[in-house]
């Protein structure tokens, strides 16, 4: 196990080095972001009316609203990166990891929007007619070909594959963790319950998955925000220079605790991208198959919906565990390899500030989060696992899928994962490869979508828009490799 270990984490460190997935990662954010002419920051007011005021459409092929799209989505995303993730970032990186964690989901989230769109506009009905989407289908479809199909084959496989590990057993294994070391629950208690949990949510499908995303998800988000923004209040004196050696730092690296090829300024860069990216996953392509789902006539509308959900995962979540660690100081002082333990101490410290009978809760609220976030992770992973599994061998293969994936869960919560962990990283990468090369072969189409839904003039008002139905469109297809492979028409 020693050499495995030893093995995937030296394949690990060349993905996410400074040399393949980070420059990568940045470059498609940046040639997207020109590209669309910086539409993230144009038009966020209006995505986020479209996602939290609008909710839904009344027509279009899709099988949840607009909405509990968006909530599958952040239930996958919003997880333990955005609590020990975050921090092991600025334990290691510094300060400085929050600046490129901006960075990297402000660039996102116009590569969020890309993989949404082209996840709407080239999904296709399964055996069962719900709809299935995301960059198995547009490399295959867009791309073409056989270098498409191999992209297609690949990104399904490892998506597969990541469903387990990141997805799964390190997501139940963190929720048994937490749950043992502060209430002193069994493991085995925890993974039993987690099971029937789990099988509840995620038997049922998209449609049980996207009501119980759309009624958790918020209500998490908001509790952890404002639990967060208690804290800065408290410390609001010390706001100012903790914003100072942010920015100081991204540019220094002076209090990051390694070095990559020599370099603290690097390894902060290296910390700040990897994290980011681990929390809100913009380019691994998850995305798209989520969006594919939205029931909507237009693929950009959706994909204004979904670039939403790294401005909340990564601008929010993620900076409010952050500047809580930096306000109270406990990124200099809990273990830098403990991001909960990070965290769950700066609670302590802001809510100790008002009265220290409230210091408790802080360990309190980050062990909930952590069981929340995490849960509902595994939940929004199963749908995405199933999808590629779909992809692969039909949907014959879907309902096994399921019963298996949430089988493992108690073999998460029960077992020693550090191998697991290393795995996950690595399989989320290769995920990454692939896409990130689609979506730069395909911006065109990205960029032409978008030209044509904004040159009508009520493109404000969804209400008064015309347009055909990107689902019915075509002739229905069924997945590739399902029980009714399609004819090509592309």
Known sequence: MEEVRSILSAVNDVIW????????????????????????????????????????????????????????????????????????????????????????????????????????????????????????????????????????FLFALFGAIAAFGIGNMTQANTVAAQLENVWSIPTWLTGAAMVLVVAAVVLGGIKSIGRFAAGVVPIMIVAYVLIAVTVLIVHVTELPAAFA?????????????????????????????????????????????????????????????SMTQTFVDTIIVVSMT?????????????????????????????????????????????????????????????????????????????????IVFTLVVFVGATTELSTVWTFSDMANGLMALPNLLGLLLLSPIVVAETKKYFANPHWRNPDLMEGPDPGTAEPPERSPQGDNPPTPTR
């Open 17 to 152: 080095g400074p040399f393949v997935l980070v420059p990568l990662l940045f470059v498609t954010g940046i040639f997207l972001t020109i590209r669309l002419g910086g539409l993230q920051f144009r038009l966020l007011g209006h995505a986020l009316w479209l996602a939290f005021v609008r909710r839904k459409e009344q027509s279009g092929e899709g099988d949840i609203s607009h909405y509990q799209a968006l909530s599958t989505a952040l239930a996958a995303t919003v997880g333990v990166g955005n609590i020990a993730g975050a921090a092991l970032a600025i334990g290691y990186g510094g300060p400085g990891a929050l600046f490129w964690m901006w960075v990297t989901g402000l660039l996102g989230m116009a590569t969020k929007y890309s993989e949404a769109l082209l996840g709407v506009k080239y999904r296709r009905r399964d055996a069962k007619g719900e709809q299935s989407g995301g960059p198995m289908f547009y490399l295959r479809y867009g791309v073409g070909g056989g270098f498409g199909l191999v992209l297609g």
């Open 245 to 305: 050696l942010i920015f100081r730092e991204a540019f220094t690296g002076e209090a990051a605790t390694g070095g990559l090829l020599g370099s603290a300024l690097l390894f902060a860069i290296q910390q700040g991208v990897a994290r980011g990216i681990f929390s809100n996953e913009s380019g691994l392509g998850t995305g798209g198959i989520a969006a594919a789902a939205a029931k909507t006539k237009q693929p950009v509308r959706q994909a204004l919906v």
């Open 322 to 402: 952050c500047l809580v660690i930096i306000v109270t100081g406990a990124w200099s002082e809990a273990e830098k390899d403990d991001g909960s333990l990070m965290t769950s101490l700066g609670m302590a410290v802001g809510l100790g500030k008002i009265s220290p009978a409230l210091a408790p809760l802080g360990n309190y609220t980050v062990a909930l989060a952590v069981v929340f976030f995490a849960f509902t992770t595994l939940v929004g992973w199963c749908y995405y696992g199933e999808r590629c599994m779909e992809y692969l061998a039909g949907r014959k293969a879907v309902v096994p899928f399921r």
